[in-house]
């Protein structure tokens, strides 16, 4: 990969969240570019989800600023959402759909690119699942169906709110496998998780308490 660009893709200077009376998160920063990926650790009910709603502009924060390619999310929002694929702990998809219907429901909603999707049903292993209703699917084949809309958009930056959750071993790698194409290809990617995950690729890491 080629020399970084003077502008960082996502950073976030002086971060600061309370919840009620308590501080989550005081005066964090970060800086990502092109092929890096940053892990926020801690565990559960720390702010590691709320960090990431924050990075993403779901929630105001009492301090700080995020930036998209040196913008703020704020000034720029639908320019950075465009670029923006949330993978939550909770998928947010409608039970009574089969995956593909959901699928392509989703696409209406944004850039999604369909003609890939059989290499990706293929790749996360959910073709024989294509006429179950998404309800009939366990939490791990939910979550590859998640994934495989993560992998159907166009974007840059990744936001992974627990991804290993509910994924057996192999499963697990697999997630290890996508986050580090996506980051060859030159995204970024910001993930959080209270379990350990190890990418050999530049990562930088937030330990909240």
């Not at 080629?2 to 920063?29: I, M, P």
């Not at 970060?30 to 940053?38: D, K």
């Not at 040196?70 to 670029?83: A, K, L, P, T």
Request: aromatic share 6%; net charge neutral.
């Amino acid at each position: 990969m080629g020399a970084k660009s003077l502008t960082e893709l996502l950073s976030g200077q002086d971060l600061t969240v309370y919840r009620g009376e308590r501080c989550l998160f005081q005066g964090l920063n970060f800086a990502l570019n092109e092929g890096e990926s940053l892990l926020v650790q801690g565990p559960n009910g720390c702010g590691k989800t709320t960090l990431l709603r924050a990075v993403a502009g779901l929630l105001d924060l009492e301090e700080g600023a995020v930036r998209w390619r040196g913008r703020s999310i704020i000034d720029h929002r639908q320019d950075f959402h465009r670029e923006l694929a949330w993978f939550a702990h909770r998928v947010g998809f409608k039970g009574d759909l089969t995956l593909l219907e959901n699928l392509r429901f989703e696409s209406g909603l944004r850039s999604t690119s369909m003609t890939s999707l059989d290499a990706v049903l293929e790749k996360l292993g959910l073709g024989p699942l294509t006429p179950l209703p998404f309800r009939a699917l366990s939490a791990g084949q939910q979550r590859r169906v998640g994934l495989a809309r993560l992998l159907l958009t166009n974007a840059r930056l990744w936001l992974l709110d627990e991804p290993l959750t509910n994924l057996d071993a192999n499963g697990q790698e697999l997630v290890v496998k996508l986050i580090l194409q996506h980051l060859e290809g030159g995204g970024a990617c910001m993930l959080a998780s209270h379990q350990p995950v190890e990418l050999s690729a530049n990562m930088q890491r937030i330990v909240l308490q």
